[in-house]
């Protein structure tokens, strides 16, 4: 009935449920004394002559002890909270960091969908399992063993009635425990399924839409839906069945020690106003019990999510390097392999050498392993075979917070957050100026129009969404520019751009390399006919190297490129591909 592993893990938390156990104890001692004052004052009225001090007293000692409850009671939520908030706060950055050491390729370990439900509604049903269902637990031990001494020193036949009922709960619970544990693990699998499936088909409505899928997708998630249903009625139902045992049980008990109480009464044996505190005070026999048996089936749920939370942590992270970089104006590459599925290699026994400030265009056919180079060298993808070094510091070796301080990597479609212009721009440099804002935003043709917006304060939606393709392409790149590292890396960042823009754009990345080592990936050759060494893989492989017109007097690979584009191209006038 309760996770040993859990516990164990947040063992900070259970000085606070000690505290909440000790607190709902002493509620139920001032309970049983207000009961025990009551009866006294009936008692009272109804059989002293001289009842008026008394009875005054009784209603005072009364009034006194609901006025503490009051504040116990209060205290007593406060503390619960406090055990369940460290709780919260340590689960959630635990979970942050795994996510965080999993880097960007994250989503290869754990479903987007599974991670928002986790560390949501996961980790919030964890709060009951801490502030609600372990206090309790503890104290629904206690509590009847109280009562018994309590009600034991007027009638030990009703106390020994009474705790025999007791234990039946705890056992109905674990016997549920038995086989709702299943009911609850699969209820989560479910749930983060279809939570996944949904994000999933909201994401690629339009391209659904396009193509004229959607109607069966639709099927499809509202089959996934039914069967989440179904789980979800199968929770429900269990629970409900629970409920009704642990009430029989409960109320059961209750009635029981009722009539033996009466028939003590009545035959004498037990006087009418003990009698009376007893049956008052044999709901708090059973209750704790009962309230027990309701947290319970949340806490199920939040043991189920714990479950699948230590599952998560439980993953291996890949260790980060040890060392700082010395220096990223020269790149070494030796042997350097990498295969995705073990079998075929994406890069194969790449060897290169490169030194800045430089324009370094590399190119190669679809699927020759360029975007996987670049993503190697920006440590997105590890486990590489082989030597890449940056100023003879090995990149595995190298802490990826040094990496990052001097390597700034683009990608042809880079999320945008949402939020001003400004702190779009601070994120990239929180040191940048105003004057450098705007200069950035120049070089990439976006000034004018944030200009004509609402200038730096523009408000950039979710996602960029309220941008163009280009547009969100661009401040992307303003950011990189910002970014001021020694190294950039970008892999087709002019795809998605209009041609007056590409144009000036690749000037300011030809600009650039004269201050910086500057690795280029593109496909339009022409970007980097100027570049000082270009880099022609195929399949993986290094094939050619050297400068434009070198590349196209050898007439291998990169000339046939360069003749099929310019055919291509020929309606841009054909002067760049002459
Ligand atoms: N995540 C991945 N999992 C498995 N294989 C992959 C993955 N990404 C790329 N590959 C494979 O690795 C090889 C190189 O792909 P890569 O994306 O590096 O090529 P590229 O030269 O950038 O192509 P393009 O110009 O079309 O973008 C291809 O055969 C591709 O199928």
């Excluded at 010395?326 to 290699?345: H, I, Q, R, V």
């Excluded at 990189?480 to 209009?498: G, Q, R």
């Excluded at 399949?539 to 050898?554: A, F, N, P, T």
Aim: charged share 20%; aromatic share 10%; hydrophobic share 45%.
């Amino acid at each position: 009935m309760i996770d040993k592993r859990l516990l164990r893990y947040f063992s900070e938390s259970k000085k606070a449920i000690a505290q909440v156990v000790g607190l709902k104890c002493l509620l139920l001692v001032l309970n049983s004394l207000a009961t025990g004052l009551m009866v006294y004052a009936l008692r009272l009225f109804f059989t002293e002559s001289a009842w008026q001090k008394p009875l005054c007293f009784a209603v005072i000692g009364s009034f006194v002890i609901y006025l503490s409850r009051f504040f116990v009671a209060k205290k007593e939520v406060r503390l619960a909270y406090r055990a369940s908030a460290s709780v919260k706060e340590k689960m959630r950055s635990q979970l942050f960091r795994k996510l965080m050491g999993f880097g960007v390729r994250y989503k290869e370990r754990l479903r987007s969908a599974e991670a928002v439900q986790m560390i949501g509604e996961g980790i919030d049903q964890l709060e009951i399992y801490f502030s609600a269902y372990l206090p309790q637990f503890y104290y629904s031990m206690i509590a009847p063993v109280f009562l018994f001494f309590v009600i034991g020193s007027m009638s030990w036949t009703v106390a020994i009635v009474l705790l025999i009922g007791v234990p039946l709960i705890p056992l109905a619970i674990a016997l549920i425990q038995t086989f709702a544990k299943k009911t609850f693990a699969k209820y989560w699998t479910e749930y983060t399924d279809v939570g996944d499936e949904f994000l999933e088909n909201l994401q690629g409505l339009t391209t659904l839409k396009i193509y004229g899928t959607d109607p069966y997708r639709h099927k499809q998630m509202e089959k996934s839906a039914e069967a989440f249903r179904v789980q979800t009625m199968r929770v429900l139902t269990m629970q409900l069945n629970s409920i009704i045992v642990m009430d029989f049980v409960a109320y059961g008990g209750a009635a029981i020690a009722l009539v033996v109480c009466l028939k003590a009464c009545m035959s004498g044996r037990l006087d009418f106003f003990d009698a009376l505190f007893i049956l008052l005070l044999s709901a708090d026999y059973f209750l704790p019990m009962r309230q027990l048996g309701s947290f319970f089936h949340i806490a199920m749920n939040g043991m189920a999510a714990a479950d699948r939370m230590f599952d998560l942590l439980a993953l291996e992270e890949e260790e980060d390097g040890t060392l700082s970089m010395a220096g990223a104006d020269k790149l070494t590459a030796k042997n350097l392999s990498l295969s995705y599925d073990g079998d075929k290699n994406a890069l194969d026994q790449l060897s290169f050498d490169v030194k800045g400030p430089q324009l370094v265009g590399i190119v190669g056919p679809s699927g020759s392993g360029k975007s996987t180079l670049a993503a190697v060298l920006s440590k997105q993808l590890k486990g590489y075979g082989g030597s890449l070094a940056f100023c003879g510091v090995e990149l595995s070796h190298t802490k990826e917070k040094s990496l990052l301080d001097h390597v700034t990597y683009l990608g042809a479609e880079s999320y945008i957050m949402g939020g001003s212009v400004r702190e779009l721009l601070a994120m990239a440099n929180p040191r940048a100026t105003v004057a450098a804002m705007w200069d950035s935003l120049e070089r990439v043709n976006l000034k004018e129009y944030f200009a004509a917006e609402d200038g730096l304060n523009t408000i950039i939606q979710s996602g960029g969404s309220n941008l163009s393709g280009g547009q969100r392409q661009r401040l992307s790149l303003a950011m990189a520019l910002l970014h001021d590292t020694p190294v950039y890396i970008f892999d087709e960042v002019t795809s998605n751009i209009d041609v007056e823009s590409e144009e000036k754009i690749v000037g300011e990345i030809r600009a650039l390399a004269e201050t910086r080592l500057v690795l280029f990936i593109s496909h339009r050759l022409a970007n980097v006919k100027d570049a000082g060494r270009i880099l022609v893989l195929n399949q993986g492989q290094l094939v050619e190297e050297g400068r434009h017109e070198e590349l196209l007097e050898k007439g291998g690979m990169y000339s046939a490129l360069w003749k099929t584009q310019a055919e291509l191209e020929s309606y841009r006038g054909g002067e760049v591909y002459a």
